[in-house]
């Protein structure tokens, strides 16, 4: 069965997302953080990706924790 990872939210600093990233672990969700921030400026986003099947409640999850 091949795992379809997505973007489920786009956040500007490092620390918010490993913050959704420990909500989602907490609610037995996995996800994978992914920087692409520029490494001198720091402009761009740090995605989070979760699979596919777990998305819609990730998302609810994220907003519940007030994460956007």
């Given at each position: 069965?091949?795992?379809?990872?997505?973007?489920?939210?786009s956040?500007?600093?490092?620390?918010?997302?490993?913050?959704?990233?420990?909500?989602?672990?907490?609610?037995?969700?996995?996800?994978?953080?992914?920087?692409?921030?520029?490494?001198?400026?720091?402009?761009?986003?740090?995605?989070?990706?979760?699979?596919?099947?777990?998305?819609?409640?990730?998302?609810?999850?994220?907003?519940?924790?007030?994460?956007t």
């Amino acid at each position: 069965m091949e795992d379809i990872w997505i973007n489920i939210i786009s956040v500007g600093q490092q620390y918010i997302a490993e913050m959704a990233k420990d909500i989602l672990y907490q609610e037995g969700i996995a996800s994978v953080i992914v920087n692409k921030q520029d490494s001198t400026y720091l402009f761009g986003d740090i995605e989070i990706y979760v699979d596919r099947e777990y998305a819609i409640r990730a998302k609810h999850i994220l907003e519940k924790a007030n994460i956007t």
